[in-house]
């Protein structure tokens, strides 16, 4: 993947640049399906003239398709950075959901570049072959296999625990992401085939903080 990033009226600090190299990093990881060659990262990022404020823009170019980070503006470059990236990773996750439906109908798979399906096919192999190894019990497997979902996972929390009327803060949504992780592994032989992994873990998330409440009222009771 190629990576352009400029700035202006400011240059990265140590710490933002470990945020950004962090994020690249992850975001290659999730791309190495696709050549290196026609993956593109555009970053632009500029401080107000007269007060602290970061904006900017960043764009991932794929083969035919271009995604857009929103989230621009931030009192820090790392707060823009974290949300500009998180951003593009739930963006990639929904493109991604988008070629699985279009390659498993035949017409629709024809109107894909070969680039794109070539992408695919890969990613699907190294699926089916961390799925396996997964169901086996190798723990190490999944992670691999749901490492890809977890921004997807962590948004699916955090609107769960506001439709419940619970804090959302980072401590309660790491612990359910970590209770949601768990839970997805030991059950991970009752996942409906046509499921992809990050709507099993989703639905698993939210249904785990669903019983949550009568969990701790059942212990409550034998008290």
């Given at each position: 993947?190629e ?14 640049r ?5 994020s690249?990093a ?8 696709f ?6 990262l ?13 904006t ?14 929103r ?13 500009a990236f ?9 493109y ?9 109908h ?5 109107s ?8 695919y096919?890969r990613?699907?192999m190294?699926?089916?072959e ?8 190798d723990?190490e497997?999944?992670?691999r ?5 977890l ?12 439709r ?7 401590e309660?949504?790491?612990q ?18 046509r ?12 249904r ?5 409440p ?8 034998r008290?």
């Open positions: 993947m990576v352009h990033v400029t700035t202006r009226r400011f240059e990265l600090g140590e710490h933002a470990e945020v950004l190299d962090r690249v992850r975001l290659q990881r999730r791309l190495r399906h050549r290196p060659d026609l993956v593109h555009q970053v632009k990022l500029e401080r107000a003239a007269r007060k602290e404020e970061y900017g823009s960043a764009r991932l170019y794929l083969p035919g398709r271009v995604l857009y980070a989230r621009n503006r931030s009192a820090t470059p790392e707060g823009w950075l974290r949300a998180d951003d593009l990773e739930q963006q990639l996750s929904r991604k959901a988008q070629l699985r439906r279009e390659h498993a035949e017409r629709r798979r024809a894909l570049s070969p680039e794109v399906v070539e992408a096919e990613s699907l190294e699926e089916r961390l799925l396996d190894r997964a169901l086996a019990g723990r497997a999944f992670e296999l749901a490492d890809e979902d921004p997807v996972l962590r948004r699916a929390v955090e609107r769960e625990l506001l419940l009327g619970r804090p959302v803060t980072p309660a949504v790491q359910a992401v970590a209770e949601a992780m768990s839970a997805a592994f030991r059950n991970l032989s009752r996942k409906p085939a499921w992809s992994v990050g709507g099993w873990l989703a639905w698993v998330a939210k785990t903080l669903r019983m949550e009568v969990a701790a009222a059942t212990r409550g009771g008290q």
